[in-house]
């Protein structure tokens, strides 16, 4: 059984910085994309970044050098170091893996639960 398991949310300042990590189990993604993608309160789904399986990353306008995705395949891990964070991060920050048409749109087959982050101003 595949599970996505993600760690290291929490309530920072702005401007402050927090990594997150995203735990895989059940099967080896070392061939997959491995993505981020984020919730915020009342707001849809959206993406945040991508690695694929040989490091080429990707990043939505709105993180673009602030974020950055990392990915240890022999831990089946994947991070996202966030620096210089806004309120406007504030969101539930999911984990995807998949091999994706797009990396923004997906599809992506395995997902995790969520972890909350909250940036106060």
């Known amino acids: 059984q595949v599970q996505l398991v993600e760690s290291g949310g929490g309530l920072v300042q702005a401007g402050g910085s927090l990594r997150l990590s995203c735990a895989a189990s059940?099967?080896?993604?070392?061939?997959?994309?491995m993505a981020w993608f984020r919730q915020p309160p009342g707001k849809e789904r959206e993406f945040v970044a991508t690695?694929?399986?040989?490091?080429?990353?990707f990043y939505a306008h709105s993180v673009k050098g602030r974020f950055t995705i990392s990915r240890d395949n022999a831990e089946n891990t994947v991070y996202l170091q966030m620096n210089s964070l806004k309120p406007e991060d504030t969101a539930v920050y999911h984990c995807?893996?998949?091999?994706?048409?797009?990396?923004?749109?997906?599809?992506?087959?395995?997902w995790g639960q969520g972890t909350q982050v909250t940036v106060s101003s």
């Open positions: 690695i694929t399986w040989n490091g080429f990353t």
């Open positions: 059940g099967r080896t993604f070392n061939s997959y994309t």
């Open positions: 995807a893996v998949g091999r994706p048409d797009n990396w923004d749109l997906g599809p992506y087959d395995y």
